[in-house]
């Protein structure tokens, strides 16, 4: 069974850090591209960043270009969200999601429950 | 960036109808657009992608078209667990930019 368990979310001050995990079981991890999704308390679903199956790969929203920044340790089946500069519109539920394939340009068919991230003083 | 429109954004029906949501491309993207669907409080489910493949254990009732850079998500005939929002999903090449979301609910 495919697991995602997201943690490392909480409450930081603007133009604060916080680095988001993403513990993955029940398949091949360095076999498929992952996804970091968010969606603001009432708001639709927003693309943050994705990265490929190696990890050679990498692609962000412009909204978090030069402050956030997705990673992957496949040796410890773990995806990483390093966010910088952290504004009060990046207050949201982030979702770690599994690519249907190795590349990016895939479907995301499992996700994990969330983990919220809030931004204020 | 190519910009993906959803329609409606919010939509009642009764049980038993057929429903339609339509998003569209502003630019080609063949067949890599993706459906979800998210049901009140609870993490977003993958329905369709490739356009028109059903994701394994999703009900028969759900179906997914092209017609150019128009996609469309119907549902055959609405259920009362089908209560949500629908998101549509472009992933031919960065950003993989979501659809504004579709609420549906129950009339």
């Known amino acids: 069974e495919v697991q995602l368990l997201e943690s490392g979310g909480g409450l930081v001050q603007p133009g604060g850090s916080l680095r988001l995990s993403c513990a993955a079981s029940?398949?091949?991890?360095?076999?498929?591209?992952m996804t970091w999704v968010r969606q603001a308390p009432g708001k639709g679903l927003d693309w943050v960043s994705s990265?490929?199956?190696?990890?050679?790969?990498?692609y962000n929203a412009d909204s978090v270009k030069g402050r956030f920044t997705i990673s992957r340790d496949n040796s410890n089946n773990s995806l990483y969200l390093q966010m910088n500069s952290l504004r009060a519109e990046d207050t949201a539920v982030y979702y770690c999601?599994?690519?249907?394939?190795?590349?990016?340009?895939?479907?995301?068919?499992?996700w994990g429950q969330g983990t919220l991230v809030t931004v204020s003083s | 960036d190519i910009q993906m429109t959803q329609s409606p954004s919010s939509l009642s029906a009764s049980v038993g109808d057929r429903v339609t949501i339509t998003c569209r491309a502003s630019?080609?993207?063949?067949?890599?657009l993706a459906w979800y669907q998210q049901k009140p409080g609870k993490v977003p489910k993958l329905l369709i992608y490739?356009?028109?493949t059903l994701q394994s254990g999703v009900p028969s009732r759900f179906s997914g078209s092209r017609s150019g850079t128009d996609f469309t998500l119907t549902i055959s005939s609405l259920q009362p667990e089908d209560v949500a929002t629908y998101y549509c999903?472009?992933?031919?090449?960065?950003?993989?930019?979501f659809g504004q979301g579709t609420r549906l609910e129950i009339k």
């Open positions: 990265i490929s199956a190696t990890g050679g790969s990498t």
């Open positions: 029940g398949f091949t991890f360095n076999n498929y591209a």
């Open positions: 999903q472009k992933y031919n090449s960065a950003p993989f930019t």
């Open positions: 999601a599994k690519a249907g394939s190795g590349d990016v340009a895939a479907r995301s068919n499992y």
């Open positions: 630019q080609g993207i063949s067949n890599y």
């Open positions: 490739a356009a028109s």
